[in-house]
Every structure is written in C-alpha cells, then in structure tokens.
Nanobody
Framework: QVQLAESGGGSVQAGGSLRLSCVFS????????MGWFRQAPGKEREAVTTIYPFGSSTFYADSVKGRFTISQDYAKNTVYLQMDSLKPEDAAMYYCAAAPRATFSQCNLQAPFAYWGQGTQVTVSS
C-alpha cells in the first residue's frame, strides 16, 4: 500500500552537491517515519538519516553530519536529501524508506523500516 519513488541521483565532482527527492504515496505521510539509506558495492546497507515529518525530528549518521540535510514538504508528500561537500566515499545507491509502525520517539536510525524505493545512483568523482 506504500509506494516510494526516488529521483535526483547523478554524477558530481568531489566537493559538489546533489539534492535527492522521494515522493511518498499510499499511507499517512505526515505521521510516517521516513529515511534515507545507501549501499555501495561490497558494503552493507547504511542508514544515513531519518525524519518524522510531523515535528521534524531528525537523526544523522556520523559519516554525514554537517554535510547532509534531510527535509520534507507536506504539500508534495516529498522528502529531500540535500548532499553537500560530497566525497568519493559517498558514492552509492541511495534508497528512500518508510517505517509506518515507528512512533515519533522511535523514528531514528534503528527504526523498523519496511518499505523501500528502487533507488537512485550517486557517483562522486575525485
């Protein structure tokens, strides 16, 4: 019943920026815990950041703090990931995810994410 669609990936030089978008449909967006994950070849999936739209509580992985910013737009049912000062190690497939069971206090990097988009590729060249 939940559908997620990511976009905005591409190629950028180190130090550059990209803005990813995730359009949500099929459930109650405002009270659904949302997150961004990434997975590079040969590595396990990593939780990057989360947001609870109604209240805007956010969390970030240490590896992206100060460089990435998650935000959302109620009118568009869309979550964004602004990525600045990109590094080659940020290159990965980025996935949008939703955790409908998580409450406000449970919406963090360990939340029970159950729905996933198909991903958008981010490439960073040196």
């Amino acid at each position: 019943q939940v559908q997620l669609a990511e976009s905005g990936g591409g190629s950028v030089q180190a130090g550059g920026s990209l803005r990813l978008s995730c359009v949500f449909s099929g459930y109650t967006y405002g009270t659904t815990c949302m997150g961004w994950f990434r997975q590079a070849p040969g590595k396990e999936r990593e939780a990057v950041t989360t947001i609870y739209p109604f209240g805007s509580s956010t969390f970030y992985a240490d590896s992206v703090k100060g460089r990435f910013t998650i935000s959302q737009d109620y009118a568009k049912n869309t979550v964004y990931l602004q990525m600045d000062s990109l590094k080659p190690e940020d290159a990965a497939m980025y996935y949008c995810a939703a955790a409908p069971r998580a409450t406000f206090s449970q919406c963090n990097l360990q939340a029970p994410f159950a729905y996933w988009g198909q991903g958008t590729q981010v490439t960073v060249s040196s």
